[in-house]
């Protein structure tokens, strides 16, 4: 594997992306509600502050304190981490709020923090607060370029497209990021059960996996299965 590399944890899932995110790179994990998109999220964060580093996580859906029982629930010790992990839930319904808070009050937490994995979870919700799609498209360009001048690789959500099930609800952050990861449902022949699959839709600058592969949320952990095939 290379070096230099920015893991999520997940065995399988760092083998599809060659080792892991590029560095100071953008990625957005798009799927539906419940497809996991929190619960990776939440993994990239762990990671990150197992190697040491600080991690920014702002949660524009689920509370703060519902976040810490999740991990807490999976055997995480977020108190260990001290002040290297920084958890802050903005309101999205607070326009003013969360337009600052991301806009201008985040390079500068990243910077006095000195945080190099940043999270938004998801960032559809920040999206859907610009009504006219032309400001949308302005402040989300805007958003991802001021993040590039920040040492840190940047971790978006997004639920999916109602039209594009491969894209995302606004069709927009797809595009902005280096990364695309797609996170869906499939229904077993006969309707039985319902599996989980993922797949690399993109990686700029990097190799990577086209293949789609099951995976399980488990209690404490994510697994890909990286040897099953689907079909
Ligand atoms: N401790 C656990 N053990 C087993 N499965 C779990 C556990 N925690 C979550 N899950 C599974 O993960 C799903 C929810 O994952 P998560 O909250 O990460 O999804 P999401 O994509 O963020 O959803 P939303 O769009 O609603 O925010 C649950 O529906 C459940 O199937
Ligand atoms: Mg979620």
Redesign the pocket.
């Known amino acids: 594997m290379m070096a230099g590399r920015v893991k999520f944890g997940i065995v399988g899932l760092d083998v599809m992306l060659a080792g892991g995110l590029l560095d100071r790179s953008i990625c957005t994990i798009i799927?539906?509600?419940?497809?996991?998109?929190?619960?990776?999220?939440?993994q990239f964060a762990y990671e990150g502050l197992q190697q040491g580093e600080r991690v920014i996580y702002i949660s524009l859906?689920?509370r703060e304190e519902i976040l810490q029982a999740?991990m807490a629930?999976?055997g995480w010790k977020t108190e260990d981490f001290g002040d290297r992990f920084s958890l802050l839930r903005l309101d999205p319904t607070d326009f003013n709020l969360a337009i600052s808070s991301i806009k201008s009050e985040l390079p500068a937490l990243i910077r006095s923090t000195g945080a190099t994995r940043v999270i938004i979870?998801?960032i559809s919700l920040f999206e859907g607060i610009f009504v006219d799609e032309s400001v949308r498209r302005r402040e989300m360009f805007r958003l991802t370029e001021v993040m590039r001048d920040e040492n840190c690789t940047l971790l978006l959500?997004s639920?999916g497209g109602s039209v594009n099930r491969d894209g995302s609800t606004h069709g927009l952050v797809e595009c902005l990021s280096d990364t695309v990861i797609l996170?869906r449902y499939v229904r077993s022949p006969g309707f039985t059960e319902v599996h989980l699959t993922i797949e690399v839709a993109k990686m700029r600058r990097s190799a990577h996996s086209r293949e789609i592969k099951p995976f399980d949320?488990?209690?404490?952990e994510i697994v890909v299965y990286s040897e099953a095939s689907l079909f």
């Open positions: 799927g539906a509600y419940g497809t996991g998109k929190t619960t990776f999220a939440l859906k689920e999740t629930q999976k979870d998801p959500t639920e996170l949320i488990l209690q404490d």
